[in-house]
Nanobody, 124 residues
Framework: QVQLVESGGGLVQPGGSLRLSCATS????????MGWYRQAPGKQRELVAV???????NYADSVKGRFTISRDNAKNTVYLQMNSLKLEDTAVYYC??????????????????WGQGTQVTVSS
């Protein structure tokens, strides 16, 4: 089983900042990529940012220059620093990880895992 535990969401005024964290909990063999997606009411889930095992990053055009994704490989944790937040950044943010895990039988299994989501609300 793979668990992703997110934290750091909340209410912030336009122009403010928040930092999201996502930690994995599993017998991890390797992590291919970790990232953040978001879903606003009435909209489809969309990619916000992703970082690969080689530290290559990719961002949605709407957040480039404002958001920064990073990871701590020793802690199997990914972060999303969000600056200059806008009203349209309001959404539930989901952590995602694509990783190889060793199960209780010692077998390697590939997971595309999701966190439970954390609410980010930008409002004046």
């Amino acid at each position: 089983q793979v668990q992703l535990v997110e934290s750091g969401g909340g209410l912030v005024q336009p122009g403010g900042s928040l930092r999201l964290s996502c930690a994995t909990s599993a017998s991890i063999i390797s992590i291919d990529a970790m990232g953040w997606y978001r879903q606003a009411p009435g909209k489809q889930r969309e990619l916000v940012a992703v970082i690969t095992s080689g530290s290559t990053t990719n961002y949605a055009d709407s957040v480039k220059g404002r958001f920064t994704i990073s990871r701590d490989n020793a802690k199997n944790t990914v972060y999303l620093q969000m600056n200059s937040l806008k009203l349209e950044d309001t959404a539930v943010y989901y952590c995602n990880a694509r990783l190889w895990v060793r199960n209780t039988f010692g077998e390697a299994r590939y997971y595309n895992a999701w966190g439970q989501g954390t609410q980010v609300t930008v409002s004046s």
